[in-house]
């Protein structure tokens, strides 16, 4: 295999945001968590002491959504409910961007939002993921082309203090041209956009459109560190049927040039 086991464990970060998530849910994803040793749960505010107390002792961080899933709350709003996400036991913190006032260019209050939240973060040592939500970015704004913008809400996010930039909420969803709504995440194209328009202080992570083991090794291969998933535990599984059957090969093909020396 190209990445050894932790190194792709240790990007997940296992998604449990669904808005019909009861605490059985929450239970059983936070022990699937710890049981396949990924890098965090990322959950909603209310749950965090809860699964902060489950996975106590895991190696299993615990990451909370701040303004999720639109962005719309006041800042100060994001900074108190940062500052109660990190009291009960948060170490990282996926906020997501004001989308309207960054669309209108109102390129100041986006910058004093996403620093409030990173002081408030740091403050308690914990870290902060800023999502952009791309499904929302595709025509651009503010008189910039969509690629333009994203590259100035990586400058914006890394000038307050972001410690990753993120894709997406997975619950970005648009209109179609059929009227159905969908999204499409994390693509290629936009993790390489923002891997390359951050320092190497800041980390990218994808979210969205992630669901197998392929998808999470390109995610990897292109510069980012964490992936959102739900489906932690058929990419893990692959992973571990891939590794088995190349031991296995590796070890008949070791057999054959064995035999094949007159060992036999």
Same mark, same amino acid.
């Given at each position: ?31 699937? $968590? !710890?049981?396949?040793? *990924? ?7 209310? !749950? ?25 709350? #006041? ?9 109660? !996400?990190?009291?009960?036991? &948060? ?16 390129? %100041? ?11 408030? $973060?740091?403050?308690?040592? &914990? ?34 203090? %972001? ?10 969803? *648009?209109?179609? !041209? ?23 202080? *800041?980390? *990218? ?27 932690? &535990? /058929? ?7 891939? #590794? ?6 590796? /070890? ?13």
């Amino acid at each position: 295999m190209k990445y050894i086991y932790e190194q792709l464990a240790k990007m997940i970060d296992h998604s449990l945001l669904h808005p019909t998530m009861t605490d059985q849910e929450l239970e059983d994803g936070c022990r699937l $968590a !710890a049981k396949y040793g *990924v890098a965090s749960v990322c959950i909603k505010p209310y !749950a965090v002491k809860r699964a902060a107390e489950l996975l106590k002792g895991s190696g299993v961080l615990v990451g909370a959504v701040i303004g999720f899933p639109h962005g719309n709350s #006041a800042t100060e709003s994001k900074r108190y409910e940062s500052e109660l !996400a990190c009291r009960d036991g &948060a170490a990282e913190i996926d906020m997501v961007i004001n989308l309207g006032k960054a669309l209108s260019g109102d390129w %100041a209050y986006v910058e004093r939002d996403i620093q409030a939240v990173c002081d408030e $973060a740091h403050k308690h040592g &914990a870290k902060v993921k800023v999502i952009f939500e791309n499904d929302y970015l595709t025509k651009g704004g503010a008189g910039l082309s969509s690629d333009d913008f994203k590259r100035k809400l990586c400058q914006i996010s890394e000038r307050a203090g %972001a410690d990753w930039v993120k894709t997406s909420t997975g619950y970005g969803f *648009v209109k179609q !041209a059929d009227g159905s709504y969908n999204y499409k995440g994390a693509t290629e194209h936009d993790l390489a956009l923002m891997r390359a328009s951050c320092s190497a202080r *800041v980390q *990218v992570k994808a979210a969205g459109g992630v669901r197998d083991l392929d998808g999470l090794i390109k995610v990897r291969d292109l510069g980012a560190t964490r992936c959102g998933a739900t489906a932690t &535990a /058929a990419m893990l599984e692959e992973y571990r049927r891939r #590794a088995a059957a190349e031991t296995t090969g590796a /070890a008949a093909t070791a057999s054959a040039g064995h035999l094949g020396k007159g060992g036999y």
